[in-house]
């Protein structure tokens, strides 16, 4: 998929956002492209920041020394975010919550939709928890089977 012709400005401006200071969350972010006529949704702008090899460090967003990172291979993220996984539970028929150390639930949530699971209908991250939704409870199970094979096995909450 070509990327549209406002990709690199909106990219340029996320940088020039974070290098200014103290931006927190995805939504001030977002918040603060906005006030600067660049609108974006949150998907985009997770994608943006993985791109652009973002990383959240204290809490706080900065530009990668790198600069930015190639697209992900071999169906992962183009940073190995497993060990930021705490543990995972189902939540009702539909629903399986993911806990991760603090600041990198979005990272992980784009781990997971470069899997491309179909079992997986969505996610949505946090700073340090994401939902994953599935269609059913077999979409559910098979979801699970899937977070086991990538993360290891779930880790409960006691």
């Given at each position: 998929?070509?990327?549209?012709?406002?990709?690199?400005?909106r990219?340029?401006?996320?940088?020039?956002?974070?290098?200014?200071?103290?931006v927190?969350?995805?939504?001030?972010?977002?918040?603060?492209?906005?006030?600067?006529g660049?609108?974006?949704?949150?998907?985009?702008?997770?994608?943006?920041?993985?791109?652009?090899?973002?990383?959240?460090?204290?809490?706080?967003?900065?530009?990668?020394?790198?600069?930015?990172?190639?697209?992900?291979?071999?169906?992962?993220?183009?940073?190995?975010?497993?060990?930021a996984?705490?543990?995972?539970?189902?939540?009702?028929?539909?629903?399986?919550?993911?806990?991760?150390?603090?600041?990198?639930?979005?990272?992980?949530?784009?781990?997971?939709?470069?899997?491309?699971?179909?079992?997986?209908?969505?996610?949505?991250?946090?700073?340090?928890?994401?939902?994953?939704?599935?269609?059913?409870?077999?979409?559910?199970?098979?979801?699970?089977?899937?977070?086991?094979?990538?993360?290891?096995?779930?880790?409960?909450?006691?």
């Amino acid at each position: 998929m070509l990327d549209d012709p406002n990709t690199g400005t909106r990219r340029q401006a996320i940088l020039d956002v974070i290098a200014r200071g103290d931006v927190r969350t995805q939504d001030q972010l977002r918040q603060e492209l906005e006030e600067r006529g660049v609108v974006t949704t949150q998907a985009t702008l997770s994608r943006d920041l993985a791109r652009l090899g973002v990383d959240k460090i204290k809490g706080r967003y900065c530009a990668s020394d790198t600069g930015p990172r190639s697209a992900p291979s071999a169906g992962r993220a183009a940073i190995d975010v497993r060990p930021a996984v705490l543990g995972f539970d189902p939540c009702g028929p539909n629903l399986i919550l993911v806990r991760t150390v603090p600041g990198q639930a979005q990272s992980v949530g784009v781990d997971i939709d470069a899997q491309n699971e179909p079992a997986i209908a969505g996610t949505v991250a946090g700073d340090d928890t994401l939902f994953l939704a599935t269609r059913d409870a077999a979409d559910q199970a098979r979801a699970l089977r899937s977070l086991a094979s990538w993360y290891g096995a779930p880790h409960r909450r006691p």
